[in-house]
């Protein structure tokens, strides 16, 4: 484990490891909101120290509770119908929201000192982490009121095997996570709101609809925020293709805020 800068207090990467390394999601939520905290209110001040080496892990922390198998191997989750089938799918989100916790706090400890982020890179992740961590700790609340708890189902991590593909390379992470698994959550996300309403679960619907599904908004736009950045940024930053990943991208937000307001006005007709 990355030994601490001995000077001037931990800094925001060295927290960032301590959550990873941390193995209770329950806890590392606690722990991510406390670190998220001082960060945002100054009481961290360094986002890293360059004398310090960082030693990402491969695999963050985690508990083996979890009964992993291959995404095709995983039951189905049915439409929320059922009690089983709606424990099944708050299970499945409070599984993927232990993973956004984790890849919050990696892409912080892995990349924001290799590729020389700017400060807001770092705030920005820090907010998407405290999110990922309340949604996560509200979601697994929820399942032990639906009569379940997290390990109680098996899960799959293709989440973090798309986060080993791209360990090496920011603009790819951000392509990846923030703008294509972040970008498919949000399509879901107002059918399984529906189901739930459907099934009679409201409060479930209202914890998806209210907190979660507007925070998971802003985490896709600072996935194309950074992408948009680095690209500019790059030595090649007037190349073909370049321009072409940024004017996609640029199209992929206009959809996502057309999807965000259609979405918005319908609640009032």
Same mark, same amino acid.
Do not use: Y
């Given at each position: 484990m990355t030994q601490m800068s001995s000077s001037n207090g931990e800094t925001l990467v060295e927290a960032a490891l301590r959550v990873l390394h941390t193995d209770d999601p329950f806890e590392k939520a606690r722990l991510g909101d406390e670190v998220a905290n001082k960060w945002l209110q100054g009481h961290i001040v360094r986002p890293y120290d360059d004398s310090?080496? %960082? /030693?990402?892990? !491969?695999? *963050?922390?985690?508990l083996?509770?979890?009964k992993l198998v291959s995404p095709s191997?995983? *039951?189905? $989750? +049915?439409?929320? +119908?059922? $009690?089983?089938?709606?424990?099944? %799918?708050v299970h499945s989100l409070v599984h993927t929201e232990s993973w956004a916790i984790d890849l919050s706090w990696d892409i912080i400890a892995r990349f924001g000192k290799q590729d020389s982020m700017p400060r807001d890179f770092f705030t920005d992740f820090v907010k998407v982490a405290q999110d990922e961590g309340r949604h996560f700790s509200l979601l697994a609340a929820r399942l032990k009121e639906l009569g379940s708890f997290y390990g109680a189902l098996p899960a799959h991590d293709g989440l973090w095997?798309?986060?080993?593909i791209t360990s090496k390379d920011l603009p790819a992470r951000l392509a990846i996570?923030?703008? /294509?698994?972040?970008?498919?959550? $949000? !399509?879901?996300? *107002?059918?399984? %709101?529906?189901?739930?309403?459907? +099934?009679?679960?409201?409060k479930t619907a209202e914890l998806l609809e209210k907190v979660v599904y507007p925070e998971e908004i802003t985490h896709c736009a600072a996935g194309v925020k950074w992408f948009q950045y680095l690209c500019l940024r790059s030595k090649n930053g007037d190349d073909a293709a370049c321009g072409s990943l940024v004017s996609e991208l640029s199209k992929f937000q206009q959809v996502l805020m057309y999807r965000v307001r259609v979405r918005r006005i319908s609640n009032y007709l």
């Open positions: 310090v080496d %960082i /030693v990402v892990p !491969d695999r *963050p922390s985690r083996s509770n979890v191997e995983m *039951p189905k $989750l +049915g439409k929320a +119908g059922s $009690l089983q089938s709606r424990q099944s %799918i095997d798309s986060a080993t996570e923030h703008c /294509v698994h972040e970008a498919r959550g $949000l !399509d879901v996300l *107002p059918t399984t %709101i529906s189901r739930f309403r459907k +099934g009679g679960d409201d």
